[in-house]
């Protein structure tokens, strides 16, 4: 055999297995992905630039879709990311502008240079929402169990779980009191049946609340006192007319005050 032929046999015969070394490659690609739990409720959700219970569509450069910036739909799919990211998850309300693609975007380099190629972001969040309905064996719990867990099967990591969550707990004494116990039982359980002890869960003290309780909250949040608990202070961040939601350009400056806080905590994507 001539060795011309012997090489046009070579390319014939591994024409599959070029195929397969694709696939190989997708799947190392796959499993470059830094992941993020985005939980809590409306504030997290997003309603940036709703009134009346109307989005007006506005989307700040720092929010907009990247090629490397997927998230997980409902359906449990990795689908381009793009506001508001949870329009199908909190689906009983409009959902606006929150903090997550502004965050995304603002860690992408560096996550990038840390050798990860994709974030891909697990939208949580529901509206209106108490911690105690987030306790271990909730619905909400058991989805964002679920929903982590399918994250992870296509590869990658979990970087952090972004939580906003407390408005709906000033409201009672008791709930305000609370708070901190359940929080902290919340993050525990959440570490323990993901398997990932060390999980970093990054908080946003409130910048409003429905009741009279926010400064108790917000104590509370500040006092956590577990390991890789971080917060970052909304306190001061401009209010839609509800005073209750962040405003869209509030929700672009949270994105990048936890993408600081993220970077800032030196675990990048260890988990
Ligand atoms: C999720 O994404 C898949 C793939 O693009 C799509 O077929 C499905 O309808 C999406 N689910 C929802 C709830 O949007």
Redesign the pocket.
């Given at each position: 055999m001539s060795l011309t032929l012997s090489l046009l046999l070579l390319i014939a015969i591994s024409q599959p297995c070029v195929s397969d070394l694709t696939a190989v490659n997708d799947d190392y690609w796959e499993s470059r992905k830094l992941m993020f739990i985005l939980a809590g409720q409306s504030n997290m959700a997003g309603r940036g630039g709703v009134n009346e219970n109307k989005w007006d569509h506005v989307i700040p450069t720092e929010c907009g879709p990247h090629p490397s910036i997927l998230r997980l739909?409902?359906?449990l799919?990795w689908?381009p990311a793009t506001e508001p990211l949870h329009a199908?998850i909190d689906v009983r309300r409009t959902c606006g502008v929150g903090p997550g693609m502004s965050f995304a975007n603002w860690i992408r380099e560096p996550v990038k240079e840390g050798g990860w190629r994709l974030i891909g972001l697990v939208p949580c969040a529901v509206g209106g929402t108490r911690i105690q309905e987030w306790s271990r064996g909730s619905v909400l719990y058991q989805q964002m169990i679920g929903r982590t867990k399918a994250a992870l099967t296509s590869g990658g990591k979990i970087g952090a779980v972004l939580w906003y969550q407390g408005e709906s707990d000033t409201v009672k004494h008791e709930d305000a009191y609370s708070y901190r116990a359940r929080l902290e039982k919340l993050i525990f359980d959440l570490r323990t049946d993901l398997h990932l002890p060390h999980l970093l869960f990054i908080q946003v003290a409130l910048a409003s609340g429905e009741g009279p309780y926010v400064k108790i909250v917000r104590e509370a949040q500040k006092g956590i006192r577990l390991p890789n608990v971080k917060y970052v202070d909304a306190s001061g961040l401009k209010l839609e007319r509800d005073h209750l939601h962040l405003t869209t350009q509030s929700q672009v400056q949270l994105g990048i005050m936890l993408a600081g806080s993220y970077l800032n905590s030196g675990i990048n994507g260890i988990y």
């Open positions: 739909n409902a359906s799919q689908v199908d």
